[in-house]
């Protein structure tokens, strides 16, 4: 048992260190200091920087011009890209499409895609959810028919994030309504300039634009842009679920967040005093802290064993449970850290605006606790994890 | 013990109810009566019990009704207070709107030390949060006369006085007012006139929270009963059945707080304040379990800003932020129960 990085890992960990300091724009790392959404153009920047350093693709295969990055160093990179306030790497290419195409694509789209993917010529998206498979994902009824070199996709995708941006979507659409649900799934990949395809945009209730529903209408994908075999698709979909592990908890949000939040507790003031002197708030902090602290090791727990070869699958659902609900617990007590000045509530895509009473730490602490109520929602709900854990760990 | 409302208040809710399904203006609800329930007759109303305010904003609530009448109750209740009985008049009629300008910047929740200060029938200072101060006629303020604390009256459109309005968490609008120099008229009462208001406004957003939650907890059960997931509707999971009956029991000890506060809202100020930090200690607790179950049992259109939950649950966690939070009553609570 030992419980500090080994010298490989610190002297990675004093790399990325050095790299983030230099590279991260101060104007998006304010941003997400005080919880504003990033821009595309915020994304992008740190895209193209990520990829001239090699990290971009630090996780993938060597045989991919990857870093064949350890779990141990994808969990490094993660807490300093969260101490630093740095974008988080919008995942869909290069951390959800990537390892598929890696892993059952050919030989042609692995040598088209994923250099595009790393260039930030393709954004991609993803086309899971529908509006009636939500936790039931294999129930979905997106139908595209094969008529000769092509499919023809019709029906509709949900909480598409960032679908606005996307050129390329990844979709999982039935192929074949005669076998068990999770059999007739295909994976397909699709431009999202064909014909027939509409993007309309969903307003989260911090009035935020982050989401999407993408419909089809009789869209033309051609017959190559299948991955893998046809009706496979649920096992690439799981595949793809089961590869991001290691971010799943969100330690470094979490960190990130707990600083931020004793921060402001040292500024707002209560009955005259420093809020952080307040034995009801500092005992609130404490517990969150806590909590924090032995996740982080249930985390490290997880990481090193996936680096030994075990098989993570139902203990990243643990750590999944665990980190949302801490991430929530610190953006609630943010939330209640800055008192009244929670009250006024500016949207960034609702309102022209933007003024907010309150210091600047105070003027999101609303919005993020709303947007984040999603974390126990999306991939795969807490309900979904924990019936995960019911089954696949405790065996009932 | 009888824990029925009288005839009158089931019928002011009854009417109050149908008359807000049909979307409901300011006239309509003055003309319901629904502003001359908050005030005693002796003020010119018919009303001004706890319970009256329990019946009455409870409702509000469960419509979800962002109409100020929380801020015309308590404005109006401190005319009332210091003899303005031809504006608490205008008040009961709808043709005067009114709020309370009381919190200050670095105070959180507290009612002072207030630095806003009065010369020569003028204040100077800053106010906070002060809700629906943009469709206001007339701001009720708290400001330091020769060192005590004084109320004002001051037109929100008078020279001196500057709004920075925002939408608020709770719905309707909220606004910083500056003052520098802006005329103001002396209305007499003072510190013990705005706790005692303060107080009875606690109550009213406690049972609007009651009326809230009931909705929020409706709407759960229909999505519950609705939507279908795995083959069967998501309402036949014992996992969520045995969380939405925590939601039911939490709500049912929560309306009992409510009814313990509005039966001792007139009580001397130490025991009134000690009940009324009871109730809210209790409503922001199930206030904030309510919206956050009512969200994630529907999943992720509840994250949406066009599904009707969104500003229910807004509502619910905003309530937490007015008139003290869990916290500061826990404490108050503390306090005055040594």
């Known amino acids: ?396 | 013990m009888d824990f029925n409302h009288t005839e009158e208040r089931r019928m002011l809710a009854d009417s109050l109810r149908r008359t807000l399904e049909r979307g409901a203006d300011w006239a309509a609800l003055a003309e319901l009566g629904v502003l001359g329930a908050l005030f005693t007759e002796d003020e010119g109303g018919f009303g001004g019990a706890g319970f009256d305010l329990a019946v009455v904003f409870e409702e509000l609530g469960r419509a979800g009704c962002e109409l100020p009448v929380l801020e015309a109750g308590l404005a109006g209740g401190l005319l009332a207070d210091c003899g303005k009985s031809d504006l608490v008049e205008q008040v009961i009629a709808g043709e005067l709107r009114v709020t309370a300008a009381y919190l200050e910047p670095g105070l959180r929740y507290d009612l002072g030390p207030i630095t806003t200060t009065a010369n020569n029938n003028t204040l100077t200072g800053r106010k906070t949060v002060v809700t629906a101060a943009e469709d206001s006629d007339l701001l009720v303020v708290s400001a330091l006369l020769d060192g005590e604390v004084t109320l004002f009256s001051v037109d929100p459109k008078a020279k001196g006085v500057t709004l920075h309005t925002t939408p608020s968490l709770a719905g309707g609008s909220t606004s910083e007012v500056t003052l520098d120099a802006a005329p103001a008229t002396p209305l007499g009462g003072g510190q013990a006139q705005l706790e005692a208001r303060i107080a009875m406004a606690t109550l009213a957003l406690c049972a609007d929270t009651i009326g809230t939650m009931d909705t929020a907890k409706d709407m759960t059960l229909d999505y519950l009963r609705t939507r279908t997931q795995f083959g069967v509707p998501i309402g036949k999971f014992q996992a969520l059945q045995h969380r939405m009956a925590d939601v039911a029991i939490e709500i049912e000890m929560a309306r009992s707080a409510v009814i313990n506060l509005a039966g001792a809202i007139n009580a001397e100020p130490k025991e009134r304040d000690r009940q009324t930090s009871a109730a809210k200690n209790l409503i922001g607790r199930t206030a904030l379990l309510v919206a956050e179950e009512a969200i994630q049992m529907h999943g992720g259109i509840a994250m949406t800003e066009e599904y009707a939950l969104a500003p229910i649950a807004r509502r619910l966690i905003a309530a937490d932020h007015r008139f003290g939070d869990e916290d500061w009553h826990l404490e108050r609570f503390i306090r005055l129960s040594a």
């Open chain 1, 1 to 396: 048992m030992d419980l500090n990085y080994t010298a490989e890992e610190r002297a990675f960990q004093q790399e990325v260190r050095a790299f983030m300091k230099a590279n991260v724009a101060p104007e998006a790392a304010a941003k997400i200091a005080v919880g504003t959404h990033l821009d595309k153009a915020d994304m992008d920047l740190w895209h193209s920087r990520l990829n001239a350093q090699g990290y971009l693709a630090g996780p993938w295969p060597k045989e991919f011009g990857g870093g064949a990055w350890s779990a141990v160093q994808k969990h490094i990179f993660e807490e300093e890209t969260a101490y630093h306030n740095a974008p988080r790497i919008v995942p869909f290419g290069v951390g959800m499409l990537a390892p598929v195409l890696q892993a059952f694509g050919s030989k042609e789209q692995q040598d088209y895609y994923l250099p595009r993917i790393l260039s930030g010529e393709d954004w991609w998206c993803q086309g899971y959810s529908e509006p009636g498979a939500g936790s039931d994902l294999a129930s979905l009824k997106t139908r595209a028919v094969r008529d000769g070199d092509h499919y023809i996709v019709n029906g509709q995708k949900t909480w598409t994030t960032l679908g606005q941006y996307a050129n390329k979507i990844f979709c999982l659409v039935r192929t074949d309504t005669s076998v068990k649900q999770q059999q007739g799934i295909s994976f397909l990949l699709i431009d999202m300039d064909t014909p027939g395809i509409e993007v309309r945009p969903i307003i989260l209730i911090d009035g935020v634009h982050e989401v999407n529903e993408v419909w089809f209408t009789d869209v033309r994908v051609p017959v190559e842009n299948l991955v893998g075999e046809e009706n496979k698709g649920w096992t690439y979909a799981k595949y793809l679920l089961t590869h991001e592990r290691t971010g799943i908890a969100g330690v470094g949000f979490c960190n990130a967040g707990l600083d931020a939040l004793k921060r402001v507790a040292k500024t707002e003031m209560h009955h005259g005093r420093p809020l952080i002197e307040n034995p009801h708030f500092a005992a609130r902090l404490a517990r969150i802290e806590i909590d924090l602290m032995a996740m982080a090791t249930t985390n490290l727990r997880v990481v090193a064993g996936a680096d030994e070869g075990a098989a993570p699958g139902a203990e990243s659902s643990m750590l999944k449970v665990k980190g949302s609900i801490i991430r929530q617990q610190i953006n609630d007590l943010a939330r209640r850290a800055v008192g009244p000045w929670a009250v006024p509530f500016v949207s960034e895509d609702l309102d022209s605006n933007l003024y907010h009473p309150g210091p600047d730490y105070a003027a999101k602490a609303s919005n993020t606790y709303m947007n984040n109520r999603k974390i126990s929602i999306y991939g795969g709900s807490n309900e979904v994890q924990r019936g995960i854990i019911t089954k696949a760990i405790l065996g009932l």
